[in-house]
């Protein structure tokens, strides 16, 4: 997920533009929870917090993250379709 709405118009996520020429995108609400810096090793499994407590979403930044990477497909909530040009 990604915290601008540029970073995914534009790099393409939304999709090819419908005839009309609009396109659409999902806002959606995320529960980040505790997050750690992302590093490739992880390998889908986050890093110990306290033991028996791991991270719950990885980041590309933690003072000012704008990319946010969810172990749980429950932490995203659909919240409005965005219809844009």
């Given at each position: 997920f990604a915290?601008?709405?540029k970073y995914v118009a534009d790099g393409?996520?939304?999709g090819p533009p419908n005839p009309d020429g609009t396109r659409r995108m999902l806002l959606c609400m995320l529960m980040s929870g505790m997050p750690c810096l992302g590093d490739p090793q992880h390998n889908g499994v986050l890093p110990f917090r306290r033991?028996?407590?791991r991270y719950n979403s990885s980041v590309d930044?933690?003072?000012s993250p704008e990319i946010f990477i969810t172990q749980m497909s429950g932490a995203a909530?659909?919240?409005y379709?965005?219809?844009f040009k």
């Amino acid at each position: 997920f990604a915290r601008d709405a540029k970073y995914v118009a534009d790099g393409g996520f939304c999709g090819p533009p419908n005839p009309d020429g609009t396109r659409r995108m999902l806002l959606c609400m995320l529960m980040s929870g505790m997050p750690c810096l992302g590093d490739p090793q992880h390998n889908g499994v986050l890093p110990f917090r306290r033991k028996p407590h791991r991270y719950n979403s990885s980041v590309d930044c933690l003072s000012s993250p704008e990319i946010f990477i969810t172990q749980m497909s429950g932490a995203a909530h659909a919240a409005y379709l965005i219809t844009f040009k």
